[in-house]
């Protein structure tokens, strides 16, 4: 049997999933990743060398999640780094059922899955959310992402109490060039990046890598538990 740290990604085929895939897999663990696309599951594997096992899977469906559990067997750490794009807007625009569908793409998904893996999960193990600056920044237009992610925050010290000794932290990233923002055109996307730098203590905006290392630290330090992370830049400081 493998002596290696086991490490499962949900939603790690692009973005930060997949930067924390391929930072684990340098630290010498094993990597499976999980995601709903085929397609963007071959190109992961390919980026990944083939190196990690990576599994079909909708994080919303909990048959299929705790399926997959099943077939994955025992592990240490479980990082859950999928999103969802709904319920952005102004309050008094936004649709309540972009809001609603937040919440089922991302918060619901994070809980089961959570709740699906601590069976399969190593006592010294980890789980490791993955919200948003909105739960943490006075951004307008985020106040339905800013919901979303808040409860997700708020879920993490609540998990670590109930189920210690296993570690439960979070990391709240700012804004990331990662395919979330794919549903902008390219020429839109870089005069809002620009505006978002300017903004930012740091002077740029994030990439995957960034927030890939903040996880990384939270699965190896054995003293950190129920805390969420804001690794955003300082922006939250200018919001």
């Known amino acids: 049997m493998s002596s290696k740290m086991h490490s499962v990604i949900i939603g790690g085929s692009s973005g930060i999933g997949?930067?924390?895939?391929?930072?684990?897999?340098?630290?010498g663990h094993r990597?499976?990743?999980t995601g709903r696309d085929p397609e963007r599951l071959?190109?992961?594997q390919a980026t990944l060398q083939h190196q990690a096992t990576c599994l079909e899977m909708d994080a919303a469906d909990p048959r299929a999640v705790r399926s997959t559990f099943e077939k994955i067997g025992a592990f240490d750490h479980l990082v859950l780094a999928f999103g969802?794009?709904?319920?952005?807007?102004?309050?008094?625009?936004?649709?309540?059922?972009d809001v609603q569908q937040g919440f089922a793409?991302?918060?619901?998904?994070?809980?089961?899955?959570a709740r699906a893996a601590v069976k399969h999960l190593s006592g010294n193990g980890s789980i490791t959310f993955i919200a948003a600056v909105s739960a943490h920044?006075?951004?307008p237009g985020s106040?339905?992402?800013?919901?979303?992610?808040?409860?997700?925050t708020a879920m993490v010290p609540i998990f670590a109490r109930e189920l210690q000794p296993l570690r439960v932290n979070g990391v709240s990233p700012g804004v990331i060039d990662t395919p979330w923002w794919d549903f902008l055109p390219e020429a839109q996307k870089a005069p809002v990046f620009a505006d978002f730098a300017a903004k930012t203590p740091v002077g740029r905006?994030?990439?995957?890598?960034?927030i890939a290392e903040t996880i990384a630290f939270l699965i190896g330090n054995r003293f950190m538990t129920g805390h969420t992370i804001v690794c955003d830049g300082g922006l939250h400081l200018a919001a």
Not at 84 to 97: H, I, Q
């Open 137 to 139: 920044a006075a951004l």
């Open 42 to 44: 071959r190109q992961a």
């Open 18 to 27: 997949l930067a924390t895939a391929q930072l684990l897999l340098t630290q």
């Open 105 to 113: 793409e991302k918060v619901f998904p994070h809980f089961d899955c």
């Open 143 to 152: 106040a339905g992402l800013g919901a979303a992610n808040g409860a997700i």
């Open 205 to 210: 905006v994030g990439r995957p890598e960034d």
């Open 31 to 33: 990597v499976t990743i």
């Open 84 to 97: 969802s794009r709904k319920g952005a807007g102004p309050v008094t625009d936004v649709d309540l059922n």
